[in-house]
């Protein structure tokens, strides 16, 4: 049972660079989220979806993109790695608000660092 | 906007002393809360959600209350041990888009 997983785990980057991180969930979940989580500032909401083929913007969404092409997974893209985007990203999934329990259940986080 | 304040920031406890964390909330809109805890290097796992319409809800050892009134979440653990020690966040959120505002989190050590 794996739940939320992401990919990859880690990942240096220099200034400019542009990458892709993966998340995907085995749970049918609609809904899923993106969040970072900064020292001092806690964890704050990205990108989230609310279905496939959706995505909506969060607290601090400048400087990415998401796509929801699959109910499964969820990709967030930086398009110009920025040394202020070195941060844990945490994705997250939750079935729909109102069907009963919707507690959100998070991956294991990938560990970015923009050089 | 919603802000969501944990304090203290972080605590230390013997073991087998109760523990009591704290989670306050300006919005009393909010519409459930979530109590979480993360080890270090690691994700959040999801310990207790209350839904807007209860007021505690209690898994085990743990058990948190909820009052919207006043703005306040509580996390009770009873009979602490040293593999509770760890950071404990609570965190709202809003009726639509189940979108969570999270605390700054309380740091527990547990010491044997």
């Known amino acids: 049972n794996a739940g939320v997983t992401q990919t990859p785990k880690f990942r240096v980057l220099k200034t400019g660079q542009s990458m892709t991180l993966l998340c995907a969930q085995d749970m049918n979940h609609e809904y899923m989220y993106w969040y970072r989580q900064d020292p001092g500032m806690g964890l704050r909401l990205i990108h989230y979806s609310v279905g496939e083929g959706t995505t909506a913007k969060g607290e601090v969404p400048d400087g990415y993109n998401v796509s929801r092409l699959k109910k499964q997974n969820f990709l967030l893209g930086l398009e110009s790695a920025a040394p202020s985007q070195t941060s844990v990203y945490f994705c997250?999934?939750?079935?729909?608000?109102?069907?009963?329990?919707?507690?959100?259940?998070f991956g294991p986080g990938t560990r970015l660092t923009v050089l | 906007k919603q802000e969501v304040t944990q304090i203290p920031a972080a605590l230390s406890v013997p073991e087998g002393e109760n523990l009591v964390l704290n989670c306050s909330f300006t919005d009393s809109a909010i519409y459930n809360l979530q109590w979480f805890r993360q080890d270090p290097g690691k994700g959040l796992t999801s310990l207790l959600l209350?839904?807007?319409?209860?007021r505690e809800q209690t898994s085990g050892r743990l058990n948190a209350s909820l009052d919207k009134s006043s703005g306040r979440s509580t996390l009770y653990i009873a009979a602490s041990q040293p593999g509770d020690s760890a950071t404990y966040l609570c965190?709202?959120?809003?009726?639509?888009?189940?979108?969570?505002?999270f605390g700054g989190g309380t740091r527990v050590l547990v010491k044997p």
């Open positions: 209350i839904q807007s319409s209860q």
């Open positions: 997250a999934s939750s079935s729909t608000p109102g069907t009963g329990r919707y507690e959100q259940f």
């Open positions: 965190a709202g959120d809003e009726a639509a888009g189940n979108k969570l505002t």
